[in-house]
């Protein structure tokens, strides 16, 4: 079993659809990551929480750390949301180490 | 700031030769990762330098790799001789020197080995 997985792994919404990814971890962290890729572009750091709740623009991520589950929600998505979505875990004993989950891959059709 | 800047973007070459991917990290960053991506593996870190210096190696798979930071502001990864099996998607990050703070990802260089 992998220490973070994510679900779904792959996911088509129509545009204006309200999206959500999951992430499920079976280690203690320290700090959760949500990162978007691209089509052959580079990894852009989206969010990173180790409590609570955070926000930018059409996109919102939360974690409740005693399920160990964090999600990824996109209101009002649009093509340009259409990316790989990766969630990585910083473990407690390690400040600079990242577990990565296996990415869920989101097309946004217009 | 321009971000984290690698070169080459892509890099096809022949097994057996060497190849040299590079790393340009964000000004007053600390901490500098080399990361591989692959279809099978997904995200693997390779090597993670702190203050220039080689913190975590345990990722390089084998002799062939190698990783220098000889300053601040540059970084390399070598592989020597090269194979088929190391063409993946070279990933190079850097961060504060804060742990647990975000990392700043480069473009990444898509190398192909035949």
């Known amino acids: 079993k992998n220490e973070v997985e994510q679900s779904p792994q792959n996911l088509t919404a129509q545009e204006g659809e309200f999206i959500t990814i999951n992430c499920s971890y079976s280690v203690g962290i320290s700090a959760l990551h949500w990162l978007q890729q691209h089509p052959g572009g580079g990894i852009v750091s989206l969010f990173m929480l180790s409590s609570g709740k955070k926000k930018h623009g059409r996109l919102i991520a939360t974690i409740n750390i005693q399920e160990k589950h964090s999600s990824l929600h996109i209101t009002a998505s649009h093509p340009r949301d259409s990316a790989v979505y990766i969630c990585a875990v910083n473990p407690p004993d390690s400040s600079y180490k990242l577990i990565f989950g296996s990415g869920t891959r989101l097309l946004v059709r217009p | ?114």
């Open chain 2, 1 to 114: 700031d321009a971000g984290v800047i690698q070169s080459p973007r892509h890099e096809v070459t022949e097994m057996g030769q060497e190849v040299t991917l590079r790393c340009k990290p964000i000004s007053g960053h600390n901490s500098l990762f080399w990361y591989r991506q692959t279809m099978m593996r997904g995200l693997e870190l390779l090597i993670y330098f702190n203050n220039n210096v080689p913190i975590d190696d345990s990722g390089m798979p084998e002799d062939r790799f190698s990783a220098k930071m000889p300053n601040a502001s540059f970084s390399t990864l070598k592989i020597q001789p090269s194979e088929p099996r190391d063409s993946a998607v070279y990933f190079c990050a850097s961060r504060p020197g804060l742990p647990n703070t975000e990392a700043f990802f480069g473009q990444g260089t898509r190398l192909t080995v035949v």
